[in-house]
């Protein structure tokens, strides 16, 4: 028997007491949290200045989409690697790299902002920063299953999943607040590099607090399935591409998610329906930032309904899915004039539509963690992330098939895909197969301790 086995075997039986549960886990959640949110904010760097960027450097709009490219670029040659660690080195390996990813590439920006090797340190800061994109989305659900009892797993989840998307709408705000537009070229030089060092000392701090104290596990194990091996990694690998079940959360998180995040840059364009170039742009970014915001509160408040439930993931994800299609389809009949256009209503419907979509995250991860047991965490939010990151992929490959799609489109395509995400979860078949070791086990020696339902 492995070590961590024997660990979960003589602990105290009472498992999921106070008792057993380290309060280093709330230091854990944190440093991950703020790593994933350092990885988002850097991300992000480069669209909402790229004003200031262009006027002074010239670059195209074609080279700023690249450098935001990287992220999804390098996020599939990362995650399969990035996945095999967390399941079989463990998590301080993997942040401490993913850390380090981040700080490495916020410094590589850092050294001139004049010339073609500013442009180079920028892709390169860019590509560095794109390799801890899984650590920022899949290694959340690996540290709630090892450090969070299971009544606290889903909302720490929610915690560090949402992170990452609040480091993005940070730089939405906090960008052209450092780098206006409409600088001369000295005031605008200056501006870019205060940024890039502010960014890097951020991501120097997080670093440190990663290689201070990051254990790999907790004294003691919180629940049974903590303390207990997992199935070989390619053993999972080659069983997940088999199972039914996990292509149905896959598929659902994937599709909605995945068009949601490139749907997002068509904002803009919607709002010149209302408003002229320069407001629609900036009100898009503001919207945006309020969608994310709204997200986050609304992760946080499903996961610690989900963690009070016990279970019926399933009946949350298909009625957040239904209301988002909902809102989605407010949206796009608002866009074409059908109902009315009244500016209150189109910002309503952005932003609800994102606080739902947001919400569904921890809970499809959890969900997809728990039908799979025991193949390991890390492995299965991998796939299922890497299935966010193709969907934004075709999405946003799309208008390159036809030039003239417009924009009304992408609204519709996006409430297919909150339609189709809630249709497919009609047919999954349910299953709680670590959450009903945990209870059952607790079970057998405090019958205080309920059941909750596992169908």
Not at 5 to 33: H, K, Q
Not at 396 to 410: D, E, F, H, K, Q
Not at 424 to 439: A, L, N
């Amino acid at each position: 028997r492995s070590q961590c086995s024997r660990m979960g075997s003589e602990r105290d039986p009472l498992l999921g007491a106070d008792s057993s549960v380290s309060p280093t886990r709330w230091w854990m959640c944190f440093v991950l949290s703020a790593i994933a949110f350092e990885q988002g904010w850097i991300w992000n760097t480069w669209g909402p200045i790229s004003p200031a960027v262009q006027d002074l450097l010239d670059w195209s709009d074609g080279t700023v989409a690249l450098l935001a490219n990287w992220g999804p670029i390098c996020y599939f040659i990362a995650v399969a690697p990035t996945s095999w660690l967390l399941d079989v080195k463990g998590l301080r390996l993997v942040c401490l790299i993913g850390a380090f990813l981040c700080f490495a590439g916020a410094v590589a920006r850092c050294f001139t902002i004049s010339g073609d090797v500013a442009l180079a340190l920028a892709h390169i800061g860019q590509a560095l920063n794109g390799l801890c994109g899984p650590v920022a989305m899949a290694a959340a659900p690996v540290l709630s299953a090892t450090w969070f009892p299971v009544k606290e797993r889903t909302t720490a989840t929610a915690i560090m999943s949402m992170a990452n998307n609040l480091g993005v709408a940070a730089s939405f705000v906090v960008g052209p607040w450092l780098v206006p537009k409409g600088k001369d070229n000295d005031t605008a030089s200056h501006n870019i590099l205060v940024y890039m060092w502010i960014s890097a000392g951020m991501a120097t701090g997080v670093f440190l607090m990663t290689l201070a104290y990051f254990p790999n596990k907790p004294p003691s194990a919180p629940t049974v399935s903590a303390g207990s091996s997992r199935v070989d990694f390619l053993a999972g690998f080659k069983a997940l591409m088999v199972m039914p079940r996990f292509w149905v959360i896959a598929l659902a998180y994937g599709v909605m998610t995945g068009v949601n995040s490139g749907w997002s840059s068509y904002l803009a364009p919607n709002l010149e329906n209302f408003l002229d170039a320069d407001s629609a742009e900036d009100t898009s970014g503001w919207l945006g930032f309020y969608s994310t915001l709204a997200g986050c509160v609304g992760s946080l408040v499903v996961g610690k309904f989900a963690d009070v439930l016990g279970g019926r993931m399933k009946a949350m994800i298909i009625t957040l899915n239904v209301l988002a299609t909902a809102s989605f389809l407010w949206f796009t009949l608002i866009c074409i004039n059908v109902v009315p256009s009244d500016t209150v209503y189109l910002y309503l419907s952005v932003i609800i539509a994102g606080l739902l979509v947001s919400a569904t995250t921890p809970v499809y991860y959890e969900l997809a963690v728990e039908s799979v047991y025991p193949i390991a965490e890390g492995i299965t939010t991998g796939l299922v992330t890497t299935a966010n990151n193709l969907g934004c992929l075709v999405f946003l490959l799309l208008p390159y098939v036809s030039s003239s799609l417009g924009s009304s489109w992408a609204n519709w395509c996006m409430t297919a895909a909150c339609a189709f995400s809630s249709a497919i979860m009609v047919f999954f078949r349910e299953e709680y197969r670590r959450m009903s070791v945990d209870k059952d086990h607790a079970a057998d020696y405090n019958p205080g301790f309920a059941r909750g339902t596992l169908q």
